[in-house]
């Protein structure tokens, strides 16, 4: 599997924007991003997916370099909620399992 | 509909002791997977069911560990012989059919089972 590699830990204020970066440099032609999130005490928590280009959804937007080799996961605007552990995975188009790293823990400030 | 549910979420053993995890996914998903999480490490994958048949196990999964989906609906992954290594968080997903054009679905996590071996 093609490897992320994410910042281990960011912190941002309440009710401001949160750009949370993944470097995916030996991403393939089928590889989809995919973004996932952990709250404390909780399983993963599907956020967002692309391919090529960005997607919005309600709960973020996803933000695809154009030579795919980076991605940004934005919230828009963070909520003491949106304290959580975000992964940045890459899975091929027919892939079963996710792989997982370490992610990134977003601390949210009021 | 309540979402993946797993019981126990907490379970005490003693090593050398058998345990059994259950996880009932979202009704009509016929994928089913196991994670287990150790402290500071995301998920890591252990097997994986469509339906009733098991398709992939990770190395991970020792011959201590069987997982079991019959009829395709609740699956159980038990632990023999427990060591103190097995303590972790043992989570279960699952994810709608594959059709042609939703490659890649969403992956819907339960609450996880966490284990503890003394």
């Known amino acids: 599997d093609a490897k992320t590699t994410q910042p281990n830990s960011m912190e941002s204020n309440e009710e401001e924007p949160v750009h949370l970066p993944c470097n995916h440099s030996?991403?393939?032609?089928?590889?989809?991003i995919h973004w996932y999130r952990q709250l404390p005490s909780q399983g993963p928590e599907y956020v967002i997916h692309?391919?090529?280009s960005n997607v919005n959804n309600r709960m973020a937007s996803l933000a695809i370099a154009e030579d795919r080799k980076s991605s940004t996961l934005i919230l828009h605007r963070a909520t003491l909620r949106d304290a959580a552990v975000y992964y940045c995975?890459?899975?091929?188009?027919?892939?079963?399992?996710?792989?997982f790293g370490s992610g990134t823990q977003l601390t949210v400030l009021p | 509909d309540t979402g993946v549910s797993q019981d126990p979420r907490h379970k005490i053993t003693k090593r050398g002791q058998n345990v059994t995890f259950r996880c009932d996914p979202i009704s009509e998903h016929n994928r089913l997977y196991w994670y287990r999480q150790t402290l500071g490490q995301g998920p890591e994958f252990l097997t994986y069911?469509?339906?009733?048949?098991?398709?992939?196990k990770s190395r991970l999964l020792s011959d201590r560990f069987s997982a079991e989906r019959p009829k395709g609906s609740f699956s159980t992954l038990e632990i023999q012989r427990t060591e103190q290594g097995d303590s972790a968080m043992y989570l279960c997903a699952s994810s709608q059919p594959y059709l042609a054009g939703t490659e890649n679905t969403e992956a819907f996590f339960g609450q996880g089972t966490r284990l503890t071996v003394v």
């Open positions: 030996t991403i393939s032609g089928t590889d989809y």
């Open positions: 069911f469509q339906n009733e048949a098991q398709l992939e």
């Open positions: 995975i890459l899975r091929d188009v027919l892939a079963r399992q996710l792989t």
């Open positions: 692309g391919l090529t």
